[in-house]
């Protein structure tokens, strides 16, 4: 992660949201769940304020200067029911996903930071079976059992990791904590979708100082990250007993994480925009080497995001086969292709660093992350039209 996603004032309580400059408000329209989204450097123009239950399409242009983000969000302002981002100016992107009966924000970013511009969504209840067709259901539980046990795996892992980790980092053990660090963030890498989804978690663990805001505090992956590889001018060291505070940060938010996935319950369109999301992910932060500025361990995160996005498709798979069989097989091709152009940073156990990557390399990666998110971002809509 590398944007603070909401601003505390204008996320914790619904009330307050008046009172934020940059919001927008957007007339209601009459019902439609074919929804336009025009984003500009200030503005977030969507045309409809509601929709029906079923499946809900956004599209959304980005008509500014700035590379900006999409979101739709849960009623507490805080939950990500659905996101796209990197949103080059003058592009469009989809977002389609099933929206069940309730009260949503939608927000636009402009700039990828700040809590966006916002305005209330409604969806009402159509009366629509959400089922999706033409697949049996058990396929579907089936796929949503195994997609939240990965997810659970994967946090599991992460916590012990991360202890691994702050161990190493509180006890002095530089050496040790830099070879950890990549190792430790791949768990968090691969479900990064769904530690996103918990908005008051992921700016204290996952933000890049380049994204913070005015008055906030620094805490997370990154902060100790930089204080392991510190520039070579003008930075005071963390103390022992600073150390020992970010570690036990991130220790807690790492915990805290793992705690609230053991309830989490999946949708296929939220399994197949989360994988798309981890590629996103890829776009706009590892591809361009900003992601872990200090210690250049881009590609581990790259890997990590990769494989979360293909473990999202694979679950998927028994289901798009029934439905769009020659999308999943471009899908599982762009895949393969991927991996084979990754496979050439390998060394060792893990990658070479990203400052010794190329322009022209980073080219070749970043033309294969698309070829691949093309086709992916088709999937929420085949399997739940």
């Keep these: 992660m590398k944007l603070p996603l909401l601003a505390t004032a204008c996320a914790l309580v619904i009330a307050p949201l008046a009172a934020c400059s940059i919001t927008e408000d957007n007339e209601p329209k009459s019902g439609s769940n074919a929804i336009s989204v025009t984003s500009t450097d200030d503005t977030c123009r969507v045309s409809a304020a509601k929709a029906e239950s079923g499946t809900v399409s956004f599209k959304v242009k980005n008509a500014g200067d700035k590379v900006t983000e999409f979101y739709l969000l849960g009623e ?77 795996n994967q946090t599991g892992e992460l916590v012990a990791k991360t202890q691994e980790f702050v161990d190493a980092y509180k006890a002095g053990d530089d050496d040790k904590a830099r070879k950890l660090f990549p190792v430790a ?44 590889w510190p520039p070579a001018k003008g930075y005071t060291a963390f103390t022992k007993a600073q150390r020992s505070t970010y570690a036990d940060d991130l220790m807690a938010n790492i915990t805290t994480l793992n705690t609230r996935v053991q309830d989490l319950t999946y949708t296929v369109d939220q399994i197949a925009n989360g994988s798309k999301g981890l590629l996103d992910e890829v776009a706009s932060g590892k591809i361009t080497g900003e992601e872990d500025i200090w210690s250049h361990t881009d590609l581990w995160d790259f890997q990590a995001n990769v494989d979360g996005a293909r473990v999202g498709y694979e679950t998927l798979k028994p ?20 991996q084979v152009l990754l496979d050439k940073y390998k060394e060792g156990d893990g990658f070479v660093f990203y400052d010794t990557v190329t322009e022209p390399q980073r080219k070749e990666l970043s033309n294969a992350v698309n070829a691949l998110a093309e086709p992916l971002s088709k999937m929420a809509g085949a399997l739940t039209l």
């Excluded at 966006?116 to 396929?139: E, H, M, N, P, Y």
């Excluded at 890498?189 to 204290?204: I, M, Q, W, Y």
């Design 76 to 152: 507490d302002g805080l939950r990500i029911v659905g996101e796209v981002e990197n949103i080059g100016p003058g592009l469009s992107r989809d977002l389609m996903l099933t929206a069940t009966p309730g009260k949503y924000f939608t927000a636009c970013k402009p700039g990828m930071i700040g809590e966006g511009i916002r305005a209330d969504f409604t969806v009402s209840d159509s009366g629509k079976d959400l089922t999706i067709t033409g697949v049996d259901q058990k396929a579907i539980d089936a796929a949503l059992t195994q997609y939240s046990n990965y997810v659970k």
């Design 319 to 338: 289901l798009l086969d029934a439905k769009d069989e020659a999308l999943s097989t471009e899908i599982g091709k762009r895949f393969a292709a991927l």
């Design 185 to 228: 963030r791949t768990n968090w890498e691969r479900t990064e979708t769904v530690a996103e989804s918990f908005g008051d978690l992921d700016p204290k663990t996952d933000l890049r100082e380049r994204d913070l805001e005015p008055g906030q505090k620094w805490t997370g992956w990154h902060a100790i990250e930089k204080d392991l």
